[in-house]
C-alpha cells in the first residue's frame, strides 16, 4: 500500500508567474483534498477533487485551480503567484468525501520572491 | 462554521514526563484527527476518532462527544516525540478538515 506522494518537495518561483503542484493519492483513495499552511497557522482548506469533479472549495481565489485525473492523481494549479501564496501545500487523500481516513503527503514548500 | 482550539501553544517537557494536548470543537463533528508535523512539514496522521479512545504505543487519544473535546496523551515522552501536534475535525457531510493551529512540544533530554 503506497501513501501520498507530492512533488516538488521544493519550489522557488517569481512575482506573477503560474505553477503546477502534483500528488499522487494512496492506492485505493478515490477523493483528494489541498490545503495550504502558511507559517505558522493550521492547514486551510483550498478545495477537494471526489472521481475527478470539484467537491468543495474553500475561501480562495479562481488563480487557484485544480484537477483529479482518471487515477486519482491530483494537481493543484496557482496562477498570477503572490507573495503571500508562500506557504506549505499539503495534499491529503481519503475513501470518501466525509472527512474520514486521511492519508497526507510530506507537502510541497513553496516560495515566491 | 467549525472553531478549533487546542492548547497549550507551546509545551516544553523533560524527557519522562506524561504529556497532555487539549482540543475543543464548536460543531458536531463526524471525525477528529490527532496529526504529527516534524520540522519540514510532512504531516503524519496519528489517529482518528469518532468515539471513545485509541492507543498506539505511547500515545492515547480519547474523545467527549458532548463536551466537544478530546485530548492527546503521551506517556513516558522521549526528545524524539517533539513536534506540533494538530487537532482537526471533519464535519458530517463536509469536504473538508477545520485544523487548530498546533502545539509545538518540545521535550528535552
Known amino acids: 500500500e503506497t501513501g501520498v506522494t507530492q512533488s516538488p518537495t521544493h519550489l522557488i518561483k517569481t512575482r506573477g508567474q503560474q505553477v503546477t503542484l502534483r500528488c499522487s493519492s494512496q492506492?485505493?483513495?478515490?477523493?483528494v483534498s489541498w490545503y495550504q499552511q502558511a507559517l505558522g497557522q493550521g492547514p486551510q482548506f483550498i478545495f477537494q477533487?471526489?472521481?475527478?469533479?470539484?467537491?468543495g472549495r474553500g475561501n480562495f481565489p479562481p488563480r487557484f485551480s485544480g484537477l483529479q485525473f482518471p487515477n486519482y492523481s491530483s494537481e493543484l494549479n496557482v496562477n498570477a503567484l503572490e507573495l503571500d501564496d508562500s506557504a506549505l501545500y499539503l495534499c491529503?487523500?481519503?475513501?470518501?468525501?466525509?472527512?474520514?481516513?486521511?492519508?497526507f503527503g510530506s507537502g510541497t514548500r513553496l516560495t515566491v520572491v | 462554521k467549525n472553531e478549533v482550539e487546542q492548547s497549550p501553544q507551546n509545551l516544553t517537557a523533560q524527557e519522562g514526563e506524561f504529556i497532555t494536548i487539549n482540543c475543543s470543537y464548536s460543531?458536531?463533528?463526524?471525525?477528529l484527527h490527532w496529526l504529527q508535523q516534524h520540522p519540514g512539514g510532512g504531516i503524519v496522521s496519528l489517529f482518528m476518532?469518532?468515539?471513545g479512545k485509541k492507543k498506539h504505543g505511547r500515545l492515547i487519544a480519547t474523545i467527549n462527544i458532548q463536551e466537544k473535546h478530546s485530548s492527546l496523551h503521551i506517556t513516558a515522552s522521549h526528545p524524539r516525540d517533539s513536534a506540533v501536534y494538530i487537532c482537526?475535525?471533519?464535519?458530517?457531510?463536509?469536504?473538508?478538515?477545520?485544523f487548530g493551529k498546533g502545539t509545538k512540544l518540545t521535550v528535552n533530554p
Open positions: 492506492s485505493g483513495h478515490n477523493t
Open positions: 491529503a487523500s481519503s475513501w470518501n468525501r466525509g472527512g474520514y481516513g486521511y492519508t
Open positions: 477533487y471526489y472521481r475527478e469533479e470539484e467537491n
Open positions: 460543531v458536531g463533528i463526524s471525525a
Open positions: 476518532l469518532s468515539s
Open positions: 482537526a475535525v471533519g464535519e458530517g457531510g463536509s469536504e473538508k478538515l477545520v
